[in-house]
């Protein structure tokens, strides 16, 4: 997964390629270090993987949020975060 920039920016126009995904960070695992599991609303794009610096950041003391993504040459970039979803 690779940010866009410094993780969160600013895009004023929306593209069809974007999605919207919630990224919710683990709270206990058994893989040997925090995971973050990453996935839309309608569960058509899912991935699990070590939580990242950059997600730790911009999570702050919140277990989830939801952020604008899209897939760029088979790897998901975060936007920007979004508002929360009712999902």
């Not at 309608?42 to 949020?65: C, Y």
């Amino acid at each position: 997964m690779k940010s866009s920039g410094e993780l969160l920016i600013g895009y004023s126009i929306w593209s069809e390629s974007y999605m919207i995904v919630k990224i919710q960070a683990s709270q206990y695992t058994t893989a040997g270090q925090q995971q973050m599991l990453i996935y839309n609303e309608d569960s058509s794009f899912q991935m699990q993987e070590p939580i990242t610096k950059e997600i730790k950041e911009a999570l702050g003391n919140r277990v989830k949020a939801y952020f604008i993504a899209e897939i760029i040459d088979n790897e998901l970039v975060i936007i920007e975060e979004t508002i929360t979803q009712d999902w």
